[in-house]
């Protein structure tokens, strides 16, 4: 979509601002734009990441609206890249999961949405490493006990059935080598190199990726 049929109203704009100042419609808007994966409310929520990306330097106000209404500290975040091939597979599995778990804890939530990423050839430990990826971000309540063992189950399936990558930046919870698994291993052979070389004393490493990487 071109850029120039992304402009809203600034009319427009400043009202969203005040109404998504109030806490129940930003639940109102997670719940209508990112639930259940229908296809419309899929593409508007898609469309809503593509303002919040590529909006914010020419409309500050719209990318300030839609960080306010996506993003909560309430929640977990978790996200898996996977070859697009298999996004109708992991969504089956998320809402088969999803519904499994409302079994055991009716209020239970949790919401998914997807952005894809072409490839990287720069990058060696991005999940987009000479491959174009879908990141699946997957939203869970904190506040839930079953929010953990959720995300821990989509991660796995993720892993082993998708072939997928975790976000770095993201809830994980696989906090092994495993997460290594799906990534050429002469990939982590080159960055272990340029580690050695260019980090000698370790100064950006901690207990955390000691524990991932080996080193």
């Known amino acids: 979509v071109p850029d120039d049929q992304l402009i809203i109203p ?22 209508t734009l990112s639930t259940r994966i229908h296809v419309k409310n899929f593409f508007l929520y898609d469309m809503g990441v593509y303002f919040r990306m590529h909006m914010a330097s020419s409309n500050p106000l719209l990318g300030s609206i839609l960080y306010s209404a996506l993003k909560t500290r309430s929640q977990y975040n978790s996200e ?13 599995k998320f809402l088969e999961t999803l519904d499994e778990y ?34 699946v971000d997957l939203h ?43 990534y050429d291993k002469r990939d982590l052979e080159n960055f272990r190199q340029y580690k050695k070389r260019y980090d000698p004393k370790s100064v950006f490493s901690n207990n955390y990726t000691s524990r991932i990487f080996g080193f």
């Open 10 to 31: 600034q009319w427009l704009a400043l009202f969203l601002k005040k109404v998504l100042t109030n806490r129940f419609a930003r639940r109102l808007v997670l719940r």
């Open 80 to 92: 898996v890249a996977i070859d697009p091939a298999f996004f109708e597979t992991f969504t089956t």
């Open 102 to 135: 409302k079994r055991k804890e009716p209020k239970f939530e949790a919401h998914l949405d997807a952005r894809f990423i072409g490839q990287s050839d720069k990058a060696i430990l991005a999940a987009n490493f000479r491959r174009a990826v879908l990141f």
């Open 140 to 182: 869970v309540r904190k506040t839930s006990p079953y929010a953990r063992p959720f995300l821990q189950e989509m991660e796995d399936f993720g892993l082993d059935f998708c072939g997928g990558k975790m976000h770095w930046g993201k809830t994980i919870m696989n906090m092994s080598p495993r997460l290594l698994k799906n």
